[in-house]
């Protein structure tokens, strides 16, 4: 065995919800990764509850922020999800707390740590 019996704790449901709910139950600054590939209007949410929940040197990985290609159009043409990824992108760019990488595989990924 691997010894990561009990590492997993599976969480169904809203996703905000799930991260409101570890913050709740003290589980800040437990977690080495996370992972954020949800609906795109609430990547912000997710990115601040992700912060707190993230041991310091922890990884925050963020899915699809090329979108397509997308997210380099005229903003006149963006829809919900798109200004939610450029508005994220920005977010991390200029947040002081991380250091941001952006990979340019598939439909490209942040990474924050």
Known sequence: AAGVDGLIDFRVGPGLDGL??????????KFDL????????????Y?????KL????????V???LWDGTVINDPSTHDDS????VAISELIRNDKRVTATMV???DGRSEEH
Request: charged share 25%; proline share 4%; aromatic share 6%.
């Open 82 to 85: 798109t200004k939610a990824i």
């Open 20 to 29: 409101d709910a570890l913050i709740a139950d003290g589980k800040e600054g």
């Open 47 to 51: 990115y601040e509850r992700c912060l």
């Open 104 to 106: 340019p595989i598939a």
């Open 34 to 45: 996370a992972f954020i590939d949800a609906d795109k209007v609430n990547y912000v949410g």
């Open 54 to 61: 993230l041991r310091p040197g922890g990884i925050i990985a």
């Open 63 to 65: 899915d699809n922020v």
